[in-house]
T-cell receptor
Framework: KAGVTQTPRYLIKTRGQQVTLSCSPISGHRSVSWYQQTPGQGLQFLFEYFSETQRNKGNFPGRFSGRQFSNSRSEMNVSTLELGDSALYLC??????????????FGQGTRLTVV | GENVEQHPSTLSVQEGDSAVIKCTYSDSASNYFPWYKQELGKRPQLIIDIRSNVGEKKDQRIAVTLNKTAKHFSLHITETQPEDSAVYFCAATLRGAQKLVFGQGTRLTINP
């Protein structure tokens, strides 16, 4: 079974631009969560999607958005990029159905640098 | 609230000694507590997890204990080896919520 795949692996963007990151979950997994990882802040929850519906959202500004497609692939978008958005963005998929109480498998992440 | 506090932030132990990392959570409805290991430049990977109906779980040199009354859980690594050096994250998921909240992480260094 292929693992969780995130594209692209690296991105350099300029302040004010927008960016779209992609995540393909493990086949059969319908839940996809997104996290922002920075050195001082650990793993911060962005949002979680299940069967194309956003079920929960973290404490991030509205510039951060996402969606999930019928094949469970997910994208997250960040508009009007700020320097502070530079981070490793990780997605994780799981097969927990209605509950997130099974193993979450992480992708390699997309490292976003905003200059 | 939905917080997970993790301590210590850094831990250095001699090879062969034990390491203990502790986490506390705020929501008594939390029912699933995984631990992830993240090596430098790699993705987080699950090393052990425990559910709220169990007090302790062990897998070779790794064990996790859960105290629901005190709302804390701990990771124990015995006979540490150099390859145990990594950042460890605890997490708690909320029953009825689709959210996995992580602790801040512990950087564990095993000294030869």
């Amino acid at each position: 079974k292929a693992g969780v795949t995130q594209t692209p692996r690296y991105l350099i963007k300029t302040r004010g631009q927008q960016v779209t990151l992609s995540c393909s979950p493990i086949s059969g997994h319908r839940s996809v969560s997104w996290y922002q990882q920075t050195p001082g802040q650990g793993l911060q929850f962005l949002f979680e999607y299940f069967s194309e519906t956003q079920r929960n959202k973290g404490n991030f500004p509205g510039r951060f958005s996402g969606r999930q497609f019928s094949n469970s692939r997910s994208e997250m978008n960040v508009s009007t990029l700020e320097l502070g958005d530079s981070a490793l963005y990780l997605c994780a998929s799981s097969d927990g159905g209605g509950q997130l109480n099974t193993e979450a498998f992480f992708g390699q992440g997309t490292r976003l640098t905003v200059v | 609230g939905e917080n997970v506090e993790q301590h210590p932030s850094t831990l250095s132990v001699q090879e062969g000694d034990s390491a203990v990392i502790k986490c506390t959570y705020s929501d008594s409805a939390s029912n699933y507590f995984p631990w992830y290991k993240q090596e430098l430049g790699k993705r987080p990977q699950l090393i052990i997890d425990i559910r709220s109906n169990v007090g302790e779980k062990k897998d070779q040199r790794i064990a996790v204990t859960l105290n629901k009354t005190a709302k804390h859980f701990s990771l124990h690594i015995t006979e540490t080896q150099p390859e145990d050096s990594a950042v460890y994250f605890c997490a708690a998921t909320l029953r009825g919520a689709q959210k996995l909240v992580f602790g801040q992480g512990t950087r564990l260094t095993i000294n030869p």
